[in-house]
Nanobody
Framework: QVQLVESGGGLVQAGGSLRLSCAAS????????MGWFRQAPGKEREFVAA????????SYADHVKDRFTISRDNAKNTVYLQMNILKPEDTAVYYC?????????????????WGQGTQVTVSS
C-alpha cells in the first residue's frame, strides 16, 4: 500500500508563490512516476504536472507551463510543485498521485494512488 501526504497549501495573493510537497511511503518511491492534479469547485480534476521516476522527464499542462515546476527528491521520497505567479484561477484542491510506471504519465486514469489533497486559494 502507498500513502501520499500533501502539504504546503494555503492562501496567497495573486502574483505570489507557494511550494507544495508530497511525501510518499509504502513503496520504493524512486521506481515510480509522480504527478500533480487539481480540482476546482464544480470542475473535473485536471492534470497539472508530471515527472518520471528518475526526474529527468517532466510534463506540464499548458496553463501552468513557465509558472509551475515539478521536481522530486528520491532520497526523501518527496515530490514538489513550485508554483509562481499564481492567479485566482489556480485556486483548487491540489492532489499528488503515484503511477506504477517508470515513465511519466499525464492521464488521470494512469495513476494508481492518490493523496488527500491540499487547498490552494489565490486571492485577487
Amino acid at each position: 500500500q502507498v500513502q501520499l501526504v500533501e502539504s504546503g497549501g494555503g492562501l496567497v495573493q495573486a502574483g505570489g508563490s507557494l511550494r507544495l510537497s508530497c511525501a510518499a511511503s509504502g513503496r520504493t518511491f524512486r521506481n515510480y512516476a509522480m504527478g500533480w492534479f487539481r480540482q476546482a469547485p464544480g470542475k473535473e480534476r485536471e492534470f497539472v504536472a508530471a515527472i518520471s521516476s528518475s526526474g529527468v522527464s517532466t510534463s506540464y499542462a499548458d496553463h501552468v507551463k513557465d509558472r509551475f515546476t515539478i521536481s522530486r527528491d528520491n532520497a526523501k521520497n518527496t515530490v514538489y510543485l513550485q508554483m509562481n505567479i499564481l492567479k485566482p484561477e489556480d485556486t483548487a484542491v491540489y492532489y499528488c498521485a503515484l503511477a506504477l510506471s517508470l515513465s511519466l504519465r499525464v492521464g488521470i486514469g494512469q495513476y494508481d494512488y492518490w493523496g488527500q489533497g491540499t487547498q490552494v486559494t489565490v486571492s485577487s
